[in-house]
């Protein structure tokens, strides 16, 4: 069955230092998302990608966060510098083509749990 | 603008009774409603969702949810209770770029 692959599914760092998250989506997927989950709370979304391009991140902390998806395929997460704020789970969900009134079902990856010290 | 409340951050019950989950919704547009369980160090895995048509949804490992417009609410029931149904629930609407907007999730334990 396929799935949604995240890599690291843990990482702890120090604060001021840079991480990454890599995802790989289910193959076929044109629409990948990137959340964030806070202890205790519900998935918030950070980025969501239409094949290669941004469809929204206005939720990204752009002076601290960045994300791509080169090639439309997998795609990276990145934090420079972290902050003790960043502690959270980092989902990453990939689905068909999502639009305005459609929503085809998101898969989800196991997540990526971040400790920053 | 969008938003789910969920009510109860923890719901306890024993097992083989009503699982009950409220959800409650706003939204500007038709709503698409959604539930996703999420295990422990897991992902989210979807339950069902409404889209149009039954108001009555049935998903898998026999929850099922009701889509009531005049009380804003839907929420998840399951007959009886098994203690594999511990876990976080999370109720959705969908977003304006076919996007999820999470609630804040409801703990449910199962006790034998």
């Known amino acids: 069955e396929a799935e949604v692959a995240q890599s690291p599914r843990y990482k702890i760092t120090e604060k001021s230092q840079a991480v990454a998250f890599w995802c790989d989506p289910i193959s076929g997927h044109a629409t990948l998302y990137w959340y964030r989950q806070i202890l205790g709370q519900g998935p918030e979304l950070l980025v969501q990608?239409?094949?290669?391009?941004?469809?929204?991140d206005s939720q990204l902390p752009k002076d601290r966060f960045s994300a791509e998806r080169l090639k439309g395929v997998d795609s990276t997460l990145k934090i420079q510098p972290a902050e003790l704020g960043d502690s959270a789970m980092y989902l990453c969900?990939?689905?068909?083509?999502?639009?305005?009134?459609?929503?085809?079902?998101?898969?989800f990856g196991p997540g990526t749990r971040l400790t920053v010290l | 603008a969008q938003s789910v409340t969920q009510l109860g951050s923890h719901v306890s019950v024993s097992e083989g009774a009503l699982v009950l989950l409220r959800c409650n919704y706003s939204?500007?547009?038709?709503?698409?409603l959604f539930w996703y369980v999420q295990y422990p160090n897991q992902g989210l895995q979807l339950l069902l969702k409404y889209t149009t048509g039954a108001t009555l949804v049935k998903g898998i490992n026999g929850f099922e949810a009701e889509f009531k417009k005049s009380e804003t609410s839907f929420h998840l029931t399951k007959p009886s209770a098994h203690m594999s149904d511990a876990a976080e629930y999370f109720c959705a609407v969908g977003g304006s770029q076919g996007n999820l907007i999470f609630g804040k999730g409801t703990k449910l334990s199962v006790k034998p």
């Open positions: 990608f239409q094949d290669e391009s941004v469809v929204d």
């Open positions: 939204s500007s547009v038709p709503p698409y």
């Open positions: 969900a990939s689905s068909l083509e999502a639009a305005r009134g459609i929503y085809n079902e998101q898969f």
